[in-house]
């Protein structure tokens, strides 16, 4: 939102002075909120007040300008069937879960906390939504709406004191994870989803079976791995996990990449068009511009 205001003062000599000054509030995004218009109003006086306090004279002579830009919000669409990307499929490490309702959290949260006795031929189609539907009561879906977004999976965890629920995102060939439960392992049953897109800006929800097999392409060795919930880091004892996750915990979930020599190990300002032209610039220490002699 932008304003632009004209002031005016008389000056000792008895001349009138005028000027206009241009004031902006940031952009904010919500997606449940209504604009308060009362506190955007509060926020243009404090600054119309900035300007014209300190004894400065200027008092406000008309309001020349009011942008207000807006756009709408479209949260992300989740649950419609999409397949899982080749080389993830091959790493025989999630469950997509074939469907064409909206349930794809539910079945692939059910899938991971095993609750369908598999026999064989269920073992072989762990992918068939009906193996799945006999086990829907189980979880308490009231005031949450289907396809399930991530911002309802803490309600979802707080009705449902016995799971906790981790989501992975699978962005290009990177795993990032995007939500990290405060319950991980802490509850009875844990579960941890893979959300993929078709790149389309609609998602979908795998159950993932084995963490140790969707990260293993980082590690040489082809044992089992535990895995870190907060930075995907591979361990190759279960001691090793236990000692790092009290640090990790402690942070935000995040994936840990490093540099590769010779290609990107040097940091560069590169991104020029996010810089903000100014109207003026103001170099207040000239000593900046002479040389040592
Ligand atoms: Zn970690």
Redesign the pocket.
């Known amino acids: 939102m932008e304003l632009v205001v004209d002031f005016q003062r008389t000056t000792q000599d008895g001349n009138l002075q005028s000027t206009s000054a241009r004031f902006y509030i940031p952009t904010t995004t919500s997606d449940v909120e209504n604009l308060d218009i009362n506190n955007v109003l509060k926020q243009f006086l404090e600054k119309i007040d900035a300007f014209s306090g300190q004894n400065s004279g200027w008092t406000v002579s008309k309001v020349n300008y009011l942008r207000l830009c807006w756009g709408s919000y479209r949260p992300m669409e989740v649950g419609t069937f999409i397949p899982t990307p080749k080389h993830i499929a091959s790493k025989k490490a999630v469950v997509n879960i074939n469907s064409s309702d909206n349930y794809c959290f539910q079945y692939s949260v059910l899938a991971g906390m095993n609750v369908a006795s598999m026999n064989l031929h269920h073992q072989r189609h762990k992918e068939r939504a009906y193996i799945y539907k006999p086990f829907m009561h189980l979880l308490n879906m009231e005031g949450i709406q289907s396809p399930v977004p991530i911002s309802s999976i803490s309600k979802f965890e707080s009705q449902n004191p016995d799971i906790s629920v981790n989501v992975l995102y699978h962005d290009n060939d990177q795993i990032i994870p995007i939500r990290t439960s405060i319950y991980t392992d802490q509850r009875k049953h844990h579960v941890t989803l893979l959300m993929i897109t078709d790149g389309h800006e609609r998602f979908h929800y795998l159950s993932v079976q084995s963490m140790s097999r969707l990260v293993a392409g980082r590690v040489k060795s082809k044992s089992k791995h535990y895995v870190?919930h907060?930075?995907l880091?591979p361990f190759r004892k279960e001691d090793y996990l236990k000692q790092?996750?009290i640090m990790?915990r402690q942070h935000q979930s995040q994936q840990i990449t490093y540099p590769t020599p010779g290609k990107d190990d040097v940091l560069k300002f590169t991104k020029i068009n996010y810089q903000f032209p100014v109207p003026f610039v103001i170099y207040a220490d000239f000593e900046c511009f002479f040389g040592e002699e």
């Open positions: 870190c907060y930075c880091h790092h996750t990790c």
